[in-house]
């Protein structure tokens, strides 16, 4: 079984490019930073370092064992920090991740609720891809995400998702627009608005904006895209003025500025799949995940 200590001396060592800084840095002595280095490279049969007068760097299999043991050392020092702040607080602190969107809606709520069961936020805004990477890297404990289409999220094997609550899309039209004289969309007519004006998201990885194009693309036309933007009261403003035509989801649709018509779309696959990530291990996620989960389906519920 691994050594926290070999991964310590391991990550020492591509830090500071030789085995006597790497000792400095940990403050043990040389011999103890080669003792486990050795050890792990024997568990693991291979050499993950090499060592010239130059100094010492990682292999590539050094560099893989220490991809890997960045993160065990992390959830190590994560898990000490909870029990600590549970033991000695009574509360425990994730590291929250989630899209702008549900934030305005949802954030208020979710932390009210997620306090009175001994629970903290740190919460971090961005945009899905980012989160994603966040969520990869374990820097987040838990991330509110969404996907369309069917589309998957590149989340890691280790990465655990919950399902929470399906978000259709709707269309948002100028309030003049001759189109808003469609009842609802299908795939068909949404191709009625190739000529005209859309805003999508500026940030790349986006499913929806992917399912979009490719609906398009596979008819043989091309979205027109006019603006970039990932704040929807900014795209609600941009239909209202009569500049442009956009997917928003149901979340927004509660606040509409005037001049602003909103029409549901039949083809299923024009809805957000809300789901919560977060990084797991045998077991499924952890008991203040698995809580999160749940608050965050009751703050959606209260919505309406």
Do not use: C
């Not at 919950?162 to 309030?175: E, G, N, Q, W």
């Not at 789901?275 to 519920?301: C, H, K, M, Y």
């Amino acid at each position: 079984m691994i050594d926290l200590r070999q991964l310590q001396a391991l990550s020492a060592v591509a830090a500071e490019g030789s085995v006597a800084r790497a000792a400095t840095r940990l403050g043990w002595s040389q011999p103890t930073v080669d003792y486990h280095l050795r050890n792990l490279d024997r568990l693991v049969g291979a050499d993950l370092t090499t060592r010239s007068t130059r100094g010492s760097k990682l292999t590539t299999a050094g560099t893989l064992m220490l991809e890997r043991g960045e993160e065990i050392l992390g959830l190590a020092d994560r898990a000490l920090t909870d029990v600590r702040d549970l033991s000695q607080l009574g509360r425990i602190r994730l590291r929250f991740g989630t899209f702008p969107t549900a934030a305005a809606r949802l954030l208020p709520g979710i932390v009210a609720r997620i306090t009175e069961l001994g629970i903290e936020l740190d919460a971090t805004l961005e945009e899905v891809s980012p989160l994603v990477t966040q969520v990869n890297q374990h820097t987040l404990d838990a991330a509110l995400v969404y996907a369309a289409g069917g589309y998957r999220l590149p989340f890691r094997a280790e990465v655990h998702t919950t399902h929470l609550f399906t978000d259709p899309m709707l269309m948002a039209l100028p309030s003049h627009h001759p189109a808003t004289q469609h009842r609802s969309f299908t795939s068909e007519t949404l191709l009625t608005l190739a000529a005209d004006n859309w805003v999508t998201g500026s940030t790349p990885g986006d499913t929806l904006d992917d399912l979009v194009r490719e609906t398009f693309q596979a008819a043989g036309h091309q979205v027109n895209v006019a603006i970039r933007t990932d704040d929807y009261s900014v795209v609600l403003g941009l239909v209202a003025a009569g500049m442009a035509v956009a997917l928003v989801p149901s979340l927004v649709g509660n606040d509409l500025p005037d001049g602003v018509v909103l029409r549901p779309i039949e083809d299923p696959r024009f809805a957000r799949e809300l789901l919560l990530a977060a990084p797991a291990g045998p077991g499924g996620p952890s008991a203040a995940v698995r809580q999160l989960a749940e608050v965050v389906r009751r703050s959606i519920t209260a919505l309406g």
